[in-house]
């Protein structure tokens, strides 16, 4: 198809001269083909527009003005995407792959029209699940064989509660859980006593005060309704919940972070901190009225803590005034954690806990214990300085041969697509955490990046999830034992 159209849009001008020249000019046919893409393709963006205002409507409370606001944004966030102009191509393709079926069929026969469809269609289908398959054997092909103690997992009613006795949070980031609340019962049987709920509040530039998120009301009883039903059914089995609201930066495309967000002027920084208030006091309701069992004020806002540690204060102390149980702040594992100005104001120092702990692919289990030495001895200082407890708000090792060097470093589409799959790696990473740190009498617990409610995964593939891999069974062993001495 592709080359029935340039064909229709090139023609050779051969002069006296005997160098060829390529001149383009676009023949009646390949004006015609042009026209129809352009409509095909503008009517789908159109469609897509259409469908993200139905999906505000019904995903966002407020009056009109607010709607269109919010629909404005899904519409940029969409439209800055280069895959989303490839979807949008989709339909097109899909028509001409058909007409070019119908075209077979009027100016040839049934067995031409099987010709077609078997070379346009099935045999690249075939060749694209040939190429897959081969490359899912290849991913993977780790030869690791571990076997599965199922004598630590948990098989009563509900959780052991083994932190009312040790004072250790054994936590997980769960996802999805209002669609898949049968992920409870594999969560307590993995030995896990906690629950992290993460909201996401999207802003849309790190210097501009521009966030946006569900609570556009203040009872937004449409998210407020979802929370609740995780509660009630978290607490069937002893459940403990974490409530830890996440900005997420919107536009990344120069490589900046939730934790470069910074103001250009005092108005700015006003307004931006009284946007986060408002989300975030909305959260501490939220807290207060599913009973959460630790709130944190704020995850990985580096700059806004340490450029602005009076407003960070105020801030708390409002939180304070609406949720009166624990609460903390996620700061990142590295100059972060050092910076933060208002430990004293909180009662965990949490971390973001992605610590590098080796220079190489697949290191030994000796290794990474090694590589914990220096971190600990940092984290101790810590907890002697502020005289508070040490909490891992977020730690999680991907199944790949790197998990160790960078643990804090997003799958990239390599490590998805085509990367091995690496369990031992994952395993080796988990085991020395608990060889090392979890013994220490400061430290308060983890919260384990990730869980996505996907119970029955067999676990093949290369990401921070744990459903259907060893490293759950590793994490399992570890939460399932009483830290005596705490």
Same mark, same amino acid.
């Given at each position: 198809?592709?080359?029935?159209?340039?064909?229709?849009?090139? +023609?050779?001008?051969?002069?006296?001269?005997?160098?060829?020249?390529?001149?383009?000019?676009?023949?009646?046919?390949?004006?015609?083909?042009?026209?129809?893409?352009?409509?095909?393709?503008?009517?789908?963006?159109?469609?897509?527009?259409?469908?993200?205002?139905?999906?505000?409507?019904?995903?966002?409370?407020?009056?009109?003005?607010?709607?269109?606001?919010?629909?404005?944004? $899904?519409?940029?966030?969409?439209?800055?995407?280069?895959?989303?102009?490839?979807?949008?191509?989709?339909?097109?393709?899909?028509?001409?792959?058909?007409?070019?079926?119908?075209?077979?069929?009027?100016?040839?026969?049934?067995?031409?029209?099987?010709?077609? $469809?078997?070379?346009?269609?099935?045999?690249?289908?075939?060749?694209?699940?040939?190429?897959?398959?081969?490359?899912?054997?290849?991913?993977?092909?780790?030869?690791?064989?571990?076997?599965?103690?199922?004598?630590?997992?948990?098989?009563?009613?509900?959780?052991?509660?083994?932190?009312?006795?040790?004072?250790?949070?054994?936590?997980?980031?769960?996802?999805?859980?209002?669609?898949?609340?049968?992920?409870?019962?594999?969560?307590?049987?993995?030995?896990?006593?906690?629950?992290?709920?993460?909201?996401?509040?999207?802003?849309?530039?790190?210097?501009?005060?521009?966030?946006?998120?569900?609570?556009?009301?203040?009872?937004?009883?449409?998210?407020?309704?979802?929370?609740?039903?995780?509660?009630?059914?978290?607490?069937?089995?002893?459940?403990?919940?974490?409530?830890?609201?996440?900005?997420?930066?919107?536009?990344?495309?120069?490589?900046?972070?939730?934790?470069?967000?910074?103001?250009?002027?005092?108005?700015?920084?006003?307004?931006?901190?009284?946007?986060?208030? +408002?989300?975030?006091?909305?959260?501490?309701?939220?807290?207060?009225?599913?009973?959460?069992?630790?709130?944190?004020?704020?995850?990985?806002?580096?700059?806004?803590?340490?450029?602005?540690?009076?407003?960070?204060?105020?801030?708390?102390?409002?939180?304070?005034?609406?949720?009166?149980?624990?609460?903390? +702040?996620?700061?990142?594992?590295?100059? #972060?954690?050092?910076?933060?100005?208002?430990?004293?104001?909180?009662?965990?120092?949490? $971390?973001?806990?992605?610590?590098?702990?080796?220079?190489?692919?697949?290191?030994?289990?000796?290794?990474?214990?090694?590589?914990?030495?220096?971190?600990?001895?940092?984290?101790?200082?810590?907890?002697?300085?502020?005289?508070?407890?040490?909490?891992?708000?977020?730690?999680?090792?991907?199944?790949?041969?790197?998990?160790?060097?960078?643990?804090?470093?997003?799958?990239?589409?390599?490590?998805?697509?085509?990367?091995?799959?690496?369990?031992?790696?994952?395993?080796?990473?988990?085991?020395?955490?608990?060889?090392?740190?979890?013994?220490? #009498?400061?430290?308060?617990?983890?919260?384990?990046?990730?869980?996505?409610?996907?119970?029955?995964?067999?676990?093949?593939?290369?990401?921070?999830?744990?459903?259907?891999?060893?490293?759950?069974? $590793?994490?399992?062993?570890?939460?399932?034992?009483?830290?005596?001495?705490?």
């Amino acid at each position: 198809m592709l080359f029935e159209f340039l064909g229709d849009c090139v +023609y050779f001008n051969t002069p006296l001269h005997p160098t060829f020249m390529i001149k383009i000019k676009p023949s009646a046919v390949a004006r015609r083909r042009i026209r129809f893409f352009l409509s095909i393709y503008l009517l789908t963006l159109g469609l897509f527009c259409i469908g993200a205002y139905l999906l505000v409507l019904d995903r966002i409370d407020g009056d009109i003005a607010e709607k269109i606001e919010w629909w404005g944004r $899904v519409l940029k966030a969409l439209f800055t995407r280069p895959i989303f102009y490839f979807l949008a191509a989709i339909p097109y393709l899909i028509i001409i792959m058909i007409r070019s079926f119908m075209q077979d069929y009027r100016i040839g026969s049934w067995q031409k029209l099987a010709k077609g $469809v078997f070379f346009r269609a099935l045999l690249p289908t075939l060749a694209i699940l040939l190429l897959l398959t081969s490359i899912n054997r290849f991913r993977g092909s780790e030869n690791f064989n571990y076997t599965w103690d199922t004598g630590i997992e948990n098989n009563t009613d509900t959780i052991r509660n083994h932190f009312s006795r040790d004072h250790k949070q054994r936590g997980i980031h769960a996802f999805n859980l209002e669609t898949d609340l049968g992920d409870l019962e594999i969560l307590k049987r993995q030995n896990i006593e906690w629950i992290t709920l993460t909201p996401f509040i999207p802003q849309e530039n790190y210097q501009t005060p521009s966030i946006f998120g569900e609570f556009s009301q203040e009872d937004s009883t449409k998210y407020m309704s979802s929370w609740q039903t995780i509660k009630k059914e978290s607490a069937k089995f002893g459940f403990k919940i974490h409530l830890k609201p996440h900005i997420w930066l919107m536009e990344r495309s120069n490589g900046k972070w939730r934790s470069d967000i910074a103001m250009q002027s005092p108005e700015d920084w006003q307004k931006w901190f009284q946007q986060y208030e +408002y989300q975030m006091l909305a959260y501490a309701r939220l807290a207060t009225a599913i009973d959460a069992d630790l709130f944190c004020v704020g995850t990985e806002l580096h700059q806004t803590a340490v450029l602005k540690p009076e407003l960070w204060k105020a801030f708390i102390q409002k939180i304070k005034t609406i949720y009166d149980g624990p609460l903390t +702040y996620a700061a990142n594992w590295n100059a #972060e954690v050092d910076e933060i100005p208002f430990w004293e104001d909180l009662d965990f120092i949490g $971390v973001q806990a992605y610590f590098p702990l080796a220079d190489r692919n697949n290191p030994s289990l000796s290794k990474i214990e090694r590589g914990w030495q220096p971190h600990i001895d940092h984290l101790e200082t810590l907890h002697e300085r502020y005289e508070l407890p040490v909490l891992f708000t977020e730690m999680g090792y991907k199944s790949t041969t790197d998990a160790a060097i960078k643990p804090w470093a997003w799958n990239t589409a390599q490590n998805r697509f085509y990367k091995k799959i690496a369990h031992q790696a994952q395993v080796n990473c988990y085991q020395a955490f608990f060889n090392t740190i979890w013994k220490e #009498e400061w430290m308060a617990g983890v919260h384990i990046w990730e869980w996505q409610s996907r119970g029955q995964s067999d676990g093949q593939n290369n990401a921070f999830s744990l459903e259907g891999k060893p490293a759950l069974n $590793v994490v399992a062993k570890g939460f399932g034992q009483v830290m005596h001495g705490n």
